[in-house]
């Protein structure tokens, strides 16, 4: 217990400080099962010597810890109480799934995730050993250096976090981190995020190992957490598309959950394709959200985010926790670079299916229906003639094709993905006009014929 006057630390039940002699308060007794309650220099499984309480969640805590084999490295442990669980078959079932998890944690090597490095259980407890990240988390630097960040600086941010959700996306069976916020994310002094805090403490709370509300934060949740429908990575594209939503404008996402206004509308100096891609993220259909997020990657790495990020290490920011400038890494090249692979070009796609079937069927259907109109003049509208019957024979699927081209052509221009295409508008365009044109073309050919009659 520590002196409050002299801040001695005296033996665990002593009255009196053995330096000043103050009376101690009276500790109450911590419940069972309760976390954060490690003393420095307590000492787990033998090594991990307990230096600061870093964290203290509803779920556990985290202790920065020294090791006693590995004199210079600090560690970062998470300590999850088992207390909620009660019966002995759900306890079994808990540490089995503890274990899974911590395992394939540990099997994950990543540069924007904390290595996992063990895991034990003690005194009804479980603890996760992870590699100590030095810096702040991204709710503590907001929160002194205020909102909007500077583009450059969020286009760093959302590429790192980009290449490390599309890992654990990519991983068999795909892990979904879930609870993507500022405070789950740290930042290092030299600008690198890594993400913290992955659901491992659900496996200890009953009734909670789907994915239920519990295991989100309202604002950046997607609305699928809150339900009964499970989550899978396009949950993420929403967190993250909040996240940056709020990086770039400042708006608060927990005061209108799953209604965010459009980023150039808060801020007018985010770049349409930034916003748009934003918006789509943060539909709250998944099915309208990007797929995944290699394709949420490539509509925010467009043409002007290229031209944005910087490709030195030159300081793009003020100075972060520790002290040290924030870095563009060197290799944050623009994604049409040689090197980026394997996530494409990065610029964004030309077209849309829609979009380029409305232009071509539109520019066929008007090429026959223009034939159909030159054979049907020549014959002068008589359809017993043979140049008037093979004109209305071309006739009939060029009217097909144009009510198809000009569908196809309407759906795609009020479809959002078509806007974040680089030609998707003028091909659907292109798509209207040529069926439209068709359209003419077969009045005229309505007026040739009736005009024999
Ligand atoms: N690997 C780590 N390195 C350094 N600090 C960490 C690490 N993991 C967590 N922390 C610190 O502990 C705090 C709580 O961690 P977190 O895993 O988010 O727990 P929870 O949200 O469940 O309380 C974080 O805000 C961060 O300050
Ligand atoms: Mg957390």
Sequence with gaps: MRCPSCQTENRAGTRFCVECGLRLPIASPAPPGATGTLPQQTVLQDRYVITQKLGQGGMGAVYRASDRRLSTVSWAVKEMSQSAITGPLERQRAREAFRREAEMLAALTHPNLPRVTDHFEQDGKAYLVMEYVPGETLLCFVQREGLPQPLPRVLEWARQLCDVLDYLHTQQPPIIFRDLKPANIMLTPHGQVKLIDFGIARVFKPGQARDTQAFG?????APEQYG???TDARSDVYALG?????????????ITPFRLPPATQLNPNVPAHISAALATATDTDPDRRFPNIRAFRDALFGTAAQVMIRTDAQPIGQVAAGGGAIYARPDSQPYSQPGSQPYGTGAPPATTGLANASRWIGIASVGMMGVATLLIFMSGGDLQEPLGSVGMFLSIPSFGGMLVAMTLGILALIRRPTGQTSSGRRH???GIATGSVALVLCCVIVV????TE
Excluded: E
């Design 448 to 451: 040739l014929i009736g005009s």
């Design 217 to 221: 934060t309202i604002g950046y949740s």
């Design 428 to 430: 659907a365009i292109v």
């Design 228 to 230: 009964r429908g499970q």
């Design 242 to 254: 909040v996240l940056l939503h709020q990086l770039l404008t400042g708006h608060d996402p927990t």
